[in-house]
């Protein structure tokens, strides 16, 4: 649960919503909080000043009447029904009898109370909490005025309750709206993220499908697309002057060719003690390892455009490991190195069966190339989560981590010592985007494992 919860705190829409929801639920708070207090506030001064003028009538009586005028006016405003239940009175002699009021005996208050103050008392049988107004009379008596407070307290309450009900509804709104927020959040992330996932994948035409709104992320999904059509030109750009060289340089290259082998042939070059042998057999060979070179770009040119694409059908995988495994069994003792065919599982992807052979011998010559001598390098097929997998993997040195994201980049090396073009996973890489999959790498603990991932011919 923990961990959950850390994970979604880490979503930047789930803190936003949180945070704007907390702001507006303390602000609904401390709304009501205030609206508590003007109400409290309200019925304690209308209740103070009730009493208060209460007060004042009987001691205006007193003056006229006497002692005898204010027992009556108690009598009479104790029996007239408006507000009985609540006033409270209490006139006593010097002595401290009670000679009228409903009060049963005289509070503990200072002699002089005529600020009021809260007391329990005991009225008409029953412990209550009463504002109280004590004031003392000329002839030594007692004079107190007060109300009882249950029914403020039952309003009080009833705010109180509001209030609490209307906090409990203000968190649940928060909760409820972090998570619609994310949600919605995540929906117009979630299209940049699904689209830059299968660019990364090597779908290069993807983009960003408009959300048909025009707020602040309309105008990214624009600015994004933008840079990828710019991208995606620039790469475009650099493909076409290396296919175009590749396309216009073989040509000459083989008439070169042609005319240097007919050079060696005219010269009789065979004999090895002829001086001009070593040079013309030289660059006999590097024109050789030039036109190989040419011929891996336009290959990969040809799979880039998609031209093959209509002769995909199921391929079984396992076949073409074992295939590949047989061919190279001999180049693998010659090296020495044992070559492992693991357990077949019957892996069948939809695709072209010459260019994943090929793909599939290009990772076995490099774990081969690279694994070292006395190594182990094993091939062999899997089906994983609905996807087909080809997986070739060897325990020599490996890679670092650092360079998995830079194999399959043209012309890129690592080892520069070993003869190459660096075209090899690059034609692999270009194989595997068109059938619609992923190349992956990864570290076999110790050495290199090289993965490609296709979806399955039910797919």
Known sequence: MTRALRQLWR???????????????????????????????????????????????????????????????????????RNSDNEIYLLTDREGNKRAGNLDQMPSLAPDAGDGVHRRVVRAGQTVIAYLVMRPLPDGGMLVVGHDLRD????????????????????????????????ELERSVGAVRRTAARIAAGELQERVAPSGEEDEFALLEGDINAMLDRIQSLMDGVRHVSNTIAHDLRTPLTRVLVRLRAVEAGLGLGDANHPQREPVATAIRELEELAVMFEKLLQIAEVEAGARRQQFAPVALHVIADDVAELYEAVAEMRGITLLRE?????????????????????????????????????GTHTVDGRAQLVVQDDGPGIPS??????????????????????????????????????????????????????????
Do not use: W
């Open 402 to 459: 650092a360079e998995y994201a830079h194999l399959g980049v043209r012309f890129h090396r690592l080892d520069h010592s070993t003869p190459g073009h660096g075209l090899g996973l690059a034609s692999v890489q270009a194989v595997v985007a068109l059938h619609g999959g992923r190349l992956q790498f990864g570290d076999a603990g110790p050495g290199l494992r090289a993965c490609i991932d296709l979806p399955t011919a039910d797919d």
């Open 152 to 183: 403020q307290e039952s309003i009080e309450s009833l705010v109180a309750s509001a209030s609490a009900a209307a906090g409990i509804v203000a968190v649940l709104l928060l909760i409820g709206g972090t998570f619609v927020f994310r949600q």
């Open 343 to 379: 357990p077949a599982d019957r892996a069948v992807a939809l695709g072209d069966r010459d260019l994943l052979a090929g793909a599939a011998a290009n990772l076995l010559d490099n774990a081969l190339k690279y694994g070292g001598e006395g190594a182990t390098v094993r091939i």
């Open 11 to 81: 979503s930047v829409g789930f803190r936003l919503a949180f945070y704007y929801g907390l702001l507006v639920a303390i602000t609904m708070l401390a709304a009501l909080a205030i609206v508590y207090m003007q109400t409290v506030g309200v019925l304690q001064q209308r209740m103070a000043r009730q009493v208060a003028t209460s007060m004042q009538q009987l001691v205006v009586r007193y003056e006229a009447r006497g002692a005898e005028g204010v027992a009556g006016e108690i009598t009479h405003a104790l029996s007239d029904g």
